[in-house]
């Protein structure tokens, strides 16, 4: 199935198909890992070379697909699922559980187990909203692709420096001009002639342009008129045309061969527009990827603070239970102290509550504000319940591999090797600024007189009047400083971009290097972990079980292991979302993370 998710200036395609995609608990993991032989060079500058390995190195682990009777885990634990779900239990297993094991608890007798069923789906319930929306993590990307406004800002970028390149070019483009004026002329004079008294009107109309050599020629065809006034004609026995008309026809051309000469240097402003709109396009590619890392992490601290809430409900159902019965027994053998120790940690309890509970909607409310759209919005009072559970295979990943591919796929990489390759042009057009002008200049001119404008024009055509002007400019500034100064200037910041190339190139292995290591140390904390929670689960069983009578020092004993037991489940939950967003922190740091959720992005068309 192909998803087209399409911007007014920008695509982006969301494919779902074989490849490898992050869906949950249900999800074919399949890890490749390789290392090719490449050879990758920066642009411009010989002096840095990045070499890969000279043998493909790959290693490959893949899992099946986890349903509820398979068991899921590394090494020689297994973690049965269904325990799993009992330890970090969202909101949606509890109000779906809550009938049934409520009336198993009033069919036993035990009245108990019921109130405090009842106090957990109540204390639950308190994160529900009147309307419920089911939502994966699938959806929330494509949602976020189609509608998150950073993306919308950073998707007109590439269009907008496209337009910058098509100006860029359009300074070789030809371009039309005319000129019309009229001169009135009446000014004394010291020949016989009181005053010269005539009505000039010159117009031009031709085409010039630049060619990729730095060259301009221009071709204009020009018409004068003068008249001039019958008393300055007699005085001087004027026997000529009156008016008369002049044509001529100029084709010019101007050829730097120093400063403005060659075809590099003329098209180099085009070379950095378009080497500007690869920038751009990288940088939106980065703006979708960090877009759609935060999405992933949202949707999973979801994941996370709703189990929570679970988790603490149960922790405050207990606790309510024991105050109630150390309640019962004030008059017998529990002291006020003793009582109202337990009641502070009872109140503080109901507080941490609260804080859970609104870790809740602050979640939900950060994963809207990222999609931006569809039927959920900040203004809906709608509970989101995710569907997707945390990642629980190990992704085997070779560092050296990992490193290899990021340096290959990083697009701050790119964006700095094109900047690399920009500072060297600017370079180049520094030096051609420091060299003087030196321009060959060649003119033709054909002219016609007439009685008017046609037989003016007869004349020219006939091309019996030619002249031609040949000739060469020359200047250079006394000490050219200014232009010293700029080719200074463009060679330290060429030095810069090299220097932050390296940085770059520091950088993308310091995140991978993080990514891997966070990766796998997020997993090795899983199954601890989860052992811990069944230790303590086991821990407050028995003591429930051994308990001869409940005593303060008993019910103290037992109020402390089911809060150990709280903290163990906030843990395991804790691990398994950590180790799901370190997956996605690890194809960002690769540069994949697009490709890992099979998401393409065009290039924009030159």
């Keep these: 199935m192909e998803v087209a998710i399409g911007f007014r200036q920008y695509m982006i395609h ?28 920066a642009a411009v500058n010989p002096g840095i070379s990045f070499d890969g390995a000279a043998d493909v190195v790959g290693l490959v682990d893949s899992a099946l697909a986890l349903d509820e009777a398979s068991p899921i885990g590394g090494g020689e634990i297994t973690i049965p699922f269904d325990r799993i779900r009992w330890h970090v239990a969202d909101p949606e297993d509890e109000f779906n559980s809550y009938e049934k094991h409520y009336q198993q608890a009033l069919a036993g007798n035990d009245k108990a187990e019921a109130a405090r069923r009842t106090r957990i789906h109540d204390r639950v ?12 993590l699938q959806e929330a990307i494509r949602t976020t692709l189609d509608h998150n406004f950073a993306i919308q800002v950073a998707s007109y970028e590439p269009a907008v420096d496209t337009t910058r390149v098509v100006e860029a070019e359009a300074a070789f483009d030809a371009t039309f001009f005319t000129n019309v004026t009229k001169n009135i002329i009446d000014r004394p004079t010291g020949l016989q ?80 527009a378009k080497n500007n709109q690869k920038v751009s396009q990288h940088a939106f590619e980065r703006q979708v990827r960090d877009t759609l890392r935060q999405v992933e992490e949202a949707y999973w601290r979801l994941v996370q603070a709703r189990r929570d809430i679970v988790i603490t409900a149960r922790l405050l159902a207990d606790f309510e239970a024991i105050y109630e019965y150390l309640l019962a027994r004030q008059q017998f053998d529990i002291t006020p102290v003793q009582l109202d120790a337990t009641r502070a940690n009872l ?31 900040l203004g809906a009072n709608t509970e989101i319940i995710p569907d997707d559970f945390p990642e629980l295979h190990r992704l085997v990943v070779d560092r050296l591999g990992e490193v290899q591919v990021a340096l290959e796929n990083r697009p701050e990489i790119k964006e700095q090797k094109i900047r690399v390759a920009s500072a060297k042009i600017v370079v180049d057009r520094a030096k051609n600024g420091e060299l003087p002008q030196f321009d060959l200049i060649f003119r033709t001119t054909s002219d016609g007189l007439g009685s008017n404008a046609d037989r003016s024009f007869d004349e020219l055509s006939r091309g019996n009047f030619l002249e031609y002007i040949v000739g060469v400019e020359f200047s250079a500034p006394i000490g050219n400083r200014a232009a010293r100064a700029v080719s200074h200037r463009s060679r330290l910041q060429y030095s810069q971009a090299i220097a932050a190339l390296k940085q770059t190139f520091e950088e993308v292995i310091l995140d991978v290097n993080v990514a891997t290591r966070t990766l ?55 691990a398994m979302v950590e180790y799901t967003i370190a997956i996605a922190d ?10 890992f959720n099979n998401i393409i992005i065009p290039p924009e068309k030159e």
């Design 125 to 136: 319930g308190e994160i529900r909203r009147p309307q419920q929306r089911h939502l994966s």
């Design 586 to 595: 690890l194809e960002r740091a690769k540069g994949t993370l697009l490709q």
């Design 347 to 377: 109140e503080q309890s109901k507080a941490d509550f609260v804080a859970r509970r609104a870790a809740v909607f602050n979640a939900e409310d950060r994963l809207i504000a990222l999609m931006n759209g569809g039927k959920l919005d």
């Design 14 to 41: 969301l494919r779902r198909g074989n490849s490898i995609v992050l869906a949950g608990i249900q999800a074919l993991v399949a890890c490749a890992i390789f290392a090719a032989a490449t050879s990758t060079q």
């Design 193 to 272: 002639i009181a005053s010269i008294d005539s009505d000039l009107l010159t117009s031009s109309y031709g085409i010039r342009k630049i060619l990729p050599t730095g060259m301009s020629v221009s071709g204009s065809y020009e018409l004068d008129r003068t008249k001039t006034s019958p008393e300055a004609l007699r005085t001087l026995n004027f026997t000529g045309y009156n008016p008369q008309y002049f044509s001529r026809f100029v084709f010019d051309m101007r050829q730097p061969f120093l400063r403005g000469f060659g075809i590099d240097f003329n098209r180099s402003i085009i070379m950095l």
């Design 520 to 574: 796998n140390t997020d997993y090795d904390v899983i199954s601890p972990a989860y052992e811990a929670a069944e230790a303590r689960e086991r821990e407050v069983n028995s003591i429930v079980a051994r308990a001869e009578r409940k005593d303060i020092n008993t019910l103290t004993t037992e109020l402390n292991s089911r809060q150990s037991l709280a903290g163990a489940r906030r843990a395991m939950i804790g």
